[in-house]
């Protein structure tokens, strides 16, 4: 079983960062592909981006390209999400995803999925 937790959500003001972390725990972290989704109020549900299991290759959302990285470190077996340039836009719950089967922008490849963590964009 592999459990995913993510911290780090809270309160910014438009225009700053914040950095998402993702703890995983069971399975072997190195060779999962680890995914970031979010779910805004009313809305569906919306790739962030992804990283391989290697950290060499990722790929992000158009609405955030330029603006959020993904990094992972896997001797902590952790997935981070670095948040520049904040909008109101960016409002929402994020999550992370994992999948050993090198998923790509669909939420339905992922296999595993923590509980997300609140970001709120204020003006």
């Known amino acids: 079983q592999v459990q995913l937790v993510e911290s780090g959500g809270g309160l910014v003001q438009a225009g700053g960062s914040l950095r998402l972390s993702c703890a995983a725990s069971g399975g072997t972290f190195g060779s999962y592909t680890m995914g970031w989704f979010r779910r805004a109020p009313g809305e569906v549900r919306e790739f962030v981006g992804y990283?391989?299991?290697?950290?060499?290759?990722?790929s992000y959302a158009d609405s955030v390209k330029g603006r959020f990285t993904i990094s992972r470190d896997n001797a902590k077996k952790t997935v981070y999400l670095q948040m520049s340039s904040l909008k109101l836009e960016d409002t929402a719950v994020y999550y992370c995803?994992?999948?050993?089967?090198?998923?790509?922008?669909?939420?339905?490849?992922?296999?595993?999925w923590g509980q997300g963590t609140q970001v709120t964009v204020s003006s």
């Open positions: 990283i391989r299991w290697s950290g060499g290759t990722t």
């Open positions: 995803a994992a999948s050993q089967f090198a998923p790509g922008d669909n939420g339905r490849e992922y296999v595993y």
